[in-house]
């Protein structure tokens, strides 16, 4: 079942196209991981996930609900943590605590008391004073404790130093592993993500480039190295999405068919011939553009 | 929901409210003060006054209600319950935008609407309330100063001018929606209020 659905989701700033033509889908108990460069338009498709935003044409259907025009029930069954934080700098944390607490009747009382001793948050203190990194966690605990179907995070580690962002998802992947909840996870950090999500798409320029299963998609995209040395240049029949190189070295970067390829690379008898694992920042490059590639829409 | 959004907006309130109450307590307790210091000012043979004080004026300095009634609720609640009525009307819903805080509300299933309603009603409900229970203290204070009041007379005089209120603090509310910023939309308010 999905628990996120857009159609041709778009929202357009002025001359500026944020996010193009969306069609996402996010099935229930996923790990969805939400890739793109910095601008790429992340930010604001969780916005109008939220109903925080108005799609400027298109459509976005969360739990059932059109974010539209039914936010507020998107929001009773939903835990947010945005990129930036919204909470009342000069709230104590126990009174940001007990607000929440008011706004959700789900609230779980014993898994707020779990995360607090387990964050060690100060309740008399003021949210403003604390780190960020408390601020992320007390972010975290809002969004968590009224144990939500889906659980939305917007750059969630951002500004993190590694050891918070490590226990940052640990206690975010506990408490997903023994509630089944869905996540939708966005953000930049390639590790993060690879080591939390089971799917993944990847927005460039507003556009979702690449969508799909993270363990499919790394067994799909290869690189090969090929060594021909009695070759000016190297064409192929077989589709690959790059070919560099020259001088009888090239690096080919392979969408599917990496067995067809190697076949067909066979043939030219090579005195070297090597399949390289790409790992999901390697992936990301090759969509993201990171590599001076205009992204594949085709996949 | 509801209950724990008045909590929270009686939470952010609160200060403004004390400072309102103390501004308009401190206004009523100088007015019965300045009463008595009056009247020994005037002087006996009234053609010595200077000829724009009018007969009427004379008679609203004579009678204690009169006085009373004249000042809170034509100088004290129009200056005081004005600039509070603007300090709460760019403070209602701006800040909370500016600042992204509103989205904690909205993405715990609060709906724009009732945010909106129980905010301004809120804020209305003091700017009633809150020169009201003034008017309702004269009473007890003008007696500790030897003073009678006529209080029947007071009250729908207040009333009156605390809804006047209730419109400056809409209007701010809607200028500060539109400036988008505390200090310009305050700026702005006082220029057309002040005028």
Known sequence: ?299 | MNRTLIAKELRELRWKLLVGFLALLGAVLLMILMYEKIQLVLPEDTSQLPPFVTPEMLESLGDYTTAMWSNFNDKNIPQIGTLLAIVLGIGLLAPEIESGTITLLLTNGVCRKRVFWIKTTLAVVTLIVLPMVVTVLIGPFSRAFGYSLRHLRQIPATLVASLSLAFVMAVSLFISLLVKERIWSGIACAILFGL
Request: net charge neutral.
């Open chain 1, 1 to 299: 079942m999905e628990v996120i659905k857009t159609r041709g989701l778009t929202k357009i700033y002025g001359a500026k196209i944020a996010v193009a033509d969306l069609d996402l889908s996010v099935q229930r108990g996923s790990v969805f991981g939400f890739l793109g460069p910095n601008g790429s338009g992340k930010s604001t498709t969780v916005k109008m996930l939220l109903g925080l935003r108005t799609p400027s044409r298109g459509t976005a259907q969360v739990l059932g609900f059109d974010s539209s025009r039914e936010s507020h029930l998107i929001g009773q069954r939903v835990g947010y943590v945005p990129e930036l934080g919204n909470l009342y700098p000069h709230w104590t944390v126990q009174a940001t605590i007990e607000l929440v607490r008011g706004l959700r009747p789900t609230w779980d009382d014993s898994f707020a008391s779990h995360l607090l001793s387990l964050f060690e948050l100060p309740l008399k203190q003021r949210v403003g004073k604390l780190s960020k990194g408390m601020q992320r966690q007390l972010a975290l605990l809002l969004a968590m404790a009224p144990r939500p179907e889906l659980l939305i995070l917007d750059e969630p580690t951002s500004g993190l130093d590694p050891i918070k962002r490590q226990e940052f998802l640990q206690v975010l992947m506990e408490g997903v592993a023994d509630t089944g909840q869905t996540v939708f996870f966005s953000s930049h950090n390639m590790t993060e993500v690879e080591r939390v999500a089971d799917t993944i798409g990847i927005l460039y320029n507003g556009r979702l480039v690449v969508s799909g299963a993270l363990e499919e998609l790394k067994c799909s995209v290869k690189r090969i190295r090929v060594v021909l040395p009695n070759r000016d240049s190297l064409q192929l029949q077989q589709p690959v999405r790059s070919i560099e190189g020259d001088n009888g070295q090239w690096i080919l970067t392979v969408e599917r068919g990496v067995e067809k390829v190697l076949a067909e690379l066979r043939t030219m008898e090579p005195v070297a011939l090597q399949v390289y694992d790409l790992a999901l920042e390697d992936i990301f490059m090759i969509y993201g553009g990171g590599e001076g590639h205009e992204p594949n829409t085709d996949r």
